[in-house]
């Protein structure tokens, strides 16, 4: 299986949260989400969480890697 991931880097808000709500809403696995600010991780969380999602955030150099499965 081919692992799903979604570029948010560059973005500013909300963009990237109304590309992770759309694949939240139409995908049914586990995906990555490779964002650049802070404020848009926060934002994706919360989101994540309170659809039922878990999501795990690791920082990598400047980028950061959101890990997004079902709850």
Known sequence: MENKI????????PEPVIR??????????EFK???DQ???NENILRLSRKMGYE????????KYE?????G
């Open 38 to 40: 802070e404020v848009a």
């Open 20 to 29: 992770v709500r759309k694949t939240l809403k139409n995908y049914d696995g």
């Open 55 to 62: 999501c795990e955030i690791q920082k990598n150099d400047n």
């Open 6 to 13: 979604i570029d948010v880097c560059g973005l500013s808000c």
């Open 66 to 70: 959101l890990l997004i499965k079902k």
């Open 33 to 35: 989400v490779i964002s």
